[in-house]
Nanobody, 120 residues
């Protein structure tokens, strides 16, 4: 089995920064795409940043220039550096990974979510 363990959430003031981590562990053959999602109160969950195994990254417009996703493949870990945080960034942030658990099988795994709260 595979587990995604998230850390780094918390409370910050507007304009501050947080760095989220998501480490995958277990029977991992390799990891394809990984991404960060968030779900704000009363809103649908949205993909905000993704990273391919080759290092290509994409961002939703609302976080471009402020958030940076990165991968450390040797540790099966992704990060989300969040700068210039705004109150509207307040949400539960989820990590998702497309994990190859064998040479021909891939499965989607989700973290349990970590709360990010940005005060005004």
């Amino acid at each position: 089995q595979v587990q995604l363990v998230e850390s780094g959430g918390g409370l910050v003031q507007a304009g501050g920064s947080l760095r989220l981590s998501c480490a995958a562990s277990g029977r991992i053959f390799s990891i394809n795409d990984m991404g960060w999602y968030r779900q704000a109160p009363g809103k649908q969950r949205e993909l905000i940043a993704s990273a391919t195994s080759g290092g290509s990254t994409n961002y939703v417009d609302s976080v471009k220039g402020r958030f940076t996703i990165s991968r450390e493949n040797a540790k099966n870990t992704i990060y989300l550096q969040m700068n210039s945080l705004k109150p509207e960034d307040t949400a539960v942030y989820y990590c998702k990974a497309d994990v190859r658990v064998s040479y021909n099988t891939a499965r989607i795994y989700w973290g349990r979510g970590t709360q990010v709260t940005v005060s005004s």
